[in-house]
């Protein structure tokens, strides 16, 4: 069974601080990896894709560790607003819902 | 600009009703979905089209059905057998392999009162 595991959180981090959570994949053919930022009552939104050799995107950096099947999300000087859930997302190519597997989410509260 | 609309954003059902959710996508995807997010919980997913005429029923498909008549509807109707319809339900679409990432609608919050 394909699965895909977020520690639920929630992080309570101070504002500025640098947050970093993982996500662990058990499907070793997955070809694909998104960071899916969801508001409270909003829809999913796409942060970033993950590549084989990390990406940046000004204070979010993500990371794929093939080898240990998981991905990393980094945050930097952390923001109110980065307040959220963040969904990991793995997609092993075939196409359709059954190649897609969302993790549960982790729950990021930034404090003042 | 391209997206993926719902419609609409909240609504009312009463016990016994069918009700049907609209979502509309000019991405020119040919993949769309249907979830159904609970509070605190991920999303779930109850049926799935990759080409026009042809959807696959997801892991609560029960007490759901949806068409696919077009490339860029995908209706949900939330029959009188789903006991328990209350939640988020979100629609999505992507290209056929899934590969770029998947867009979301801003999704229906269904209430049965």
């Known amino acids: 069974r394909k699965e895909v595991e977020q520690d639920p959180g929630p992080f309570n981090v101070p504002e500025g601080a640098t947050v970093a959570f993982n996500c662990t994949y058990s499907n070793s053919a997955s070809q694909s990896f998104f960071w899916y930022r969801q508001d409270c009552r909003k829809e999913p939104k796409l942060l970033m894709s993950v590549y084989s050799s990390g990406n940046e995107d000004g204070r979010f950096t993500a990371q794929l560790n093939r080898a240990s099947q998981y991905i990393s999300l980094l945050i930097r000087d952390s923001k109110l607003s980065d307040s959220a859930t963040y969904l990991c997302v793995v997609n092993d190519g075939r196409g359709g819902a059954d190649g897609l597997t969302f993790g549960k989410g982790t729950h990021l509260i930034i404090q003042p | 600009d391209g997206g993926i609309t719902q419609s609409p954003k909240y609504l009312f059902r009463k016990e016994g009703q069918n009700v049907t959710l609209s979502c509309e996508q000019n991405l020119n995807h040919d993949a769309m979905y249907w979830y159904r997010q609970d509070p605190g919980q991920g999303l779930r997913l109850i049926y799935y089209s990759q080409i026009v005429n042809d959807f696959q029923k997801g892991d609560i498909a029960e007490g759901y059905s949806v068409s696919r008549e077009k490339k860029e509807s995908f209706p949900l109707t939330v029959t009188s057998a789903q006991k328990n319809p209350t939640a988020f339900y979100l629609c999505?679409?992507?290209?056929?392999?899934?590969?770029?990432?998947?867009?979301f609608g801003s999704g229906t919050r269904l209430t049965v009162v």
């Open positions: 999505a679409s992507s290209h056929r392999t899934g590969n770029y990432g998947y867009t």
